[in-house]
């Protein structure tokens, strides 16, 4: 699975970000950290969006640091209605598209939506999405879930990923979660 796996993280950007749930905000601060080390460990290449980056800034710093690489910019609140970032996607061979970001109710779950039309899978870490109010979040995982996405945590993907015990990426991935 892990050869066909892809990490889209959407709109972690500095205007949006301060406005989510605090509760929300922190898991998906703490849980994308664990993400960037351990896309690194296991090989899965990252694309980041950002929704409109002049109105609401860019991606936080120390997140374009940690996933090294540089967030696609887009209008659409899906972001593979963004034909950049759908050919970047595409251009992976990835058919299992892990989702992280913000909203939840707004472009997680839009994008969610247009990753199972698309034909390809779509799981996203409940623990690493958020909006600025948790009904607006609990909104969110009712479409992502109608959509026919699956949706996941960041210990239950990452140890899916790995598959067995024993290796020195399941050491590296065990120390990220504790």
Not at 30 to 49: D, F, K, T
């Amino acid at each position: 699975m892990r050869s066909e796996t892809l990490l889209l993280v959407v709109d972690v950007q500095e205007r949006l970000h301060p406005a989510m749930h605090e509760d929300l905000r922190a898991s998906v601060e703490s849980n994308l950290r664990i993400w960037a080390q351990a896309a690194r460990a296991l090989g899965i290449p990252v694309i980041a969006s950002e929704q409109y980056p002049k109105g609401l800034g860019p991606t936080l710093p120390w997140l374009t640091e940690a996933l090294g690489v540089t967030p696609m910019p887009k209008i659409s609140f899906d972001a593979l209605g963004d034909a950049s970032i759908h050919q970047a996607i595409a251009a992976t061979g990835r058919k299992t598209i892990i989702v992280a970001g913000e909203e939840a109710h707004i472009c997680v779950w839009q994008t969610a939506r247009a990753i199972q039309a698309s034909g390809r899978k779509a799981l996203v870490l409940k623990d690493a999405i958020a909006s600025r109010t948790k009904a607006n979040w609990e909104v969110g995982l009712e479409l992502i879930r109608g959509s026919g996405a699956t949706i996941t945590s960041t210990e239950a993907a990452l140890f899916d990923l790995l598959g067995a015990g024993g290796t020195d990426e399941f050491k590296a991935i065990s120390k990220l979660i504790r």
